[in-house]
């Protein structure tokens, strides 16, 4: 069983900066792959952004590229986002995912583990 703790959201303005951090516990982080989604009040939940094990492979929603950035420390047995250029429409609760070796899937449903979220609140 794997357990994912998300932390490091909180309220910011627009264009501000947060990182998100993502410990996980359980099982050997070096050997699953992470995920990131968001689910915005009233909307369905979201793909942000996955990581492959290895940490060579990377994929992002298309709208965020640029901004956001998905890492791992297998030493810390943490994922991270870091979130830049913040807008309003961030605002969500983000989650955490992990499931091992999906090949960087995309897909939420491929993943069996799941943090609580966190939430981020962007300002104007």
């Known amino acids: 069983q794997v357990q994912l703790v998300e932390s490091g959201g909180g309220s910011v303005q627009a264009g501000g900066s947060l990182r998100l951090s993502c410990a996980a516990a359980?099982?050997?982080?070096?050997?699953?792959?992470m995920f990131w989604s968001r689910q915005a009040p009233g909307k369905e939940r979201e793909f942000v952004a996955a990581?492959?094990?290895?940490?060579?492979?990377?994929i992002y929603e298309e709208s965020l590229k640029g901004r956001f950035t998905i890492s791992r420390d297998d030493a810390k047995n943490t994922v991270y986002l870091q979130m830049n250029s913040l807008k309003p429409e961030d605002t969500a609760l983000y989650y955490c995912a992990a499931d091992p070796v999906l090949f960087c899937s995309i897909l939420a449903g491929e993943y069996a583990y799941w943090g609580q979220g966190t939430q981020v609140t962007v300002s104007s």
């Open positions: 359980g099982a050997t982080f070096s050997s699953l792959d």
């Open positions: 990581i492959s094990w290895s940490g060579v492979k990377t």
